[in-house]
T-cell receptor, first 115, second 114 residues
Framework: EPEVTQTPSHQVTQMGQEVILHCVPI?????FYWYRQILGQKVEFLVS????????KSEIFDDQFSVERPDGSNFTLKIRSTKLEDSAMYFC?????????????FGSGTRLTVV | AQKVTQAQTEISVVEKEDVTLDCVYE???????LFWYKQPPSGELVFLIR??????QNEISGRYSWNFQKSTSSFNFTITASQVVDSAVYFC???????????FGSGTQLTVLP
């Protein structure tokens, strides 16, 4: 079964450093998403991406965050200057087309620890 | 706006007991889908089921069953004869919003004790 692949599984970074989280969505999917989950809390929407541009972003997704699809397969989330509160599990997801009935396929997540 | 409420934050049961996880949702849409996801201790999000609003028949998949009732705005999930491996956080999610955002409920932590 097709999978969304996220790397690395765990990233430790120092506060103030830039970090890039990597995702390879399912190949025929057109919509891509990032979500995050602070330990013990809800899964929160960050951003959706379609046709090489951001479709929508949440309040969390401020100027420190950016997304990019640098080639035909990767979808990255960059945090420019990490803060302690950015420590969370980050999930990438993708979906095939704009249909309300689709659930998403999530990757297994990247656990980001900012020290 | 789409919203779900999972009033049970934590449930503990003993193996082989049945357990029902509650989910109440709010939406203005007349047709929609709802989802359940499982998050085991390893952390990944696993899609369990999608149900549509025009089909209120219960769905059963092995030990899992779902009861969807529009009249009470509930979409409950039952695990029959629970097993230790069922221990996880279970999230109910309403249909995606305008930008296909999934907004997860707060989740129910299920612990199945041996």
């Amino acid at each position: 079964e097709p999978e969304v692949t996220q790397t690395p599984s765990h990233q430790v970074t120092q506060m103030g450093q830039e970090v890039i989280l990597h995702c390879v969505p399912i190949s025929n999917h057109l919509y891509f998403y990032w979500y995050r989950q602070i330990l013990g809390q809800k899964v929160e929407f960050l951003v959706s991406f379609y046709n090489n541009e951001i479709s929508e972003k949440s309040e969390i997704f401020d100027d420190q965050f950016s997304v990019e699809r640098p080639d035909g397969s990767n979808f990255t989330l960059k945090i420019r200057s990490t803060k302690l509160e950015d420590s969370a599990m980050y999930f990438c997801a993708s979906s095939e087309v704009y249909r309300n009935e689709d659930g998403y396929t999530f990757g297994s997540g990247t656990r980001l620890t900012v020290v | 706006a789409q919203k779900v409420t999972q009033a049970q934050t934590e449930i503990s049961v003993v193996e082989k007991e049945d357990v029902t996880l509650d989910c109440v949702y709010e939406t203005r849409d007349t047709t929609y889908y709802l989802f359940w996801y499982k998050q085991p201790p390893s952390g990944e999000l696993v899609f369990l089921i999608r149900r549509n609003s025009f089909d209120e028949q219960n769905e059963i998949s092995g030990r899992y069953s779902w009861n969807f009732q529009k009249s009470t705005s509930s979409f409950n999930f039952t695990i029959t004869a629970s097993q230790v491996v069922d221990s996880a956080v279970y999230f109910c999610a309403p249909p995606p919003g305008s930008a296909r955002q999934l907004t997860f409920g707060s989740g129910t932590q299920l612990t199945v004790l041996p």
